[in-house]
Every structure is written in C-alpha cells, then in structure tokens.
C-alpha cells in the first residue's frame, strides 16, 4: 500500500509531467469546489435532495470515493506547491488531536 508521501510524489509527477502551474490561491479556490461537490454528493447519497432535476444529473456523479479522491489530490497538490511533506503535518495532527482527546476525557471522567 503507497504511503502519504508516496501520494504526494505521484501528485508531483503527474502535475509536472502536465505542466499544472495554478498559483496557490487558484489551487485553494479549486480544493474548496472540491469541497462543495462532495457537498453536493453527500446531499444525494443522503437522500436528502433528488438528482436530475433540471440540472446536471447528480445521481450519475454521487461518487463519494471520487469526490474524497479529488480532494486528496487537490490537497497534496496544494502541499506541493508549499512544501509541505502531508506525512508530518498529519502526524503532527494525530499528536494535538490526541492532546486535546486526553484532555477532555480529563475532564469528563471527573463528572
């Protein structure tokens, strides 16, 4: 199974090979409509909104493994471009994460 950074050495591969220059604010504008549409799908997968009704049939396009995809791919695209290895930053997530977590069980197991 690839690593993260593995990921994110393909992402920089393929976005050179294609020559992908977005600047960084376009990168981020791009990982937000990424976001949005799997928004979109969500709602359908949901059920909570019907495809096909006068717009693009969303039904055909409520694929949320793609739409996580994208946004992987958006997302250590835009790491590239600031580099940033993703690997630490979500290690370094886990960490804080566990913190906090530990904290508020702190908490909570005193009530």
């Known amino acids: 199974m690839k690593t993260l950074k593995d990921n994110q050495n393909e992402v ?24 949005g549409e799997l928004g979109e799908a969500l709602t359908v997968y949901k059920g909570d909104r019907k495809a096909g009704m006068g717009e693009k049939a969303l039904a055909d396009h409520c694929d949320l493994e793609e739409e996580f995809g994208d946004i992987l791919f958006t997302l250590l695209e835009l790491g590239n471009q600031l580099n940033f290895d993703l690997t630490t930053a979500l290690e370094k997530t886990f960490e804080r994460y566990n913190r906090k977590l530990n904290k508020l069980k702190e908490v909570t197991d005193k009530y």
């Open 12 to 35: 920089k591969e393929l976005t050179k090979k294609f020559n992908f220059n977005w600047s960084n604010y376009v990168q981020y504008i791009h990982l937000i409509e990424e976001v």
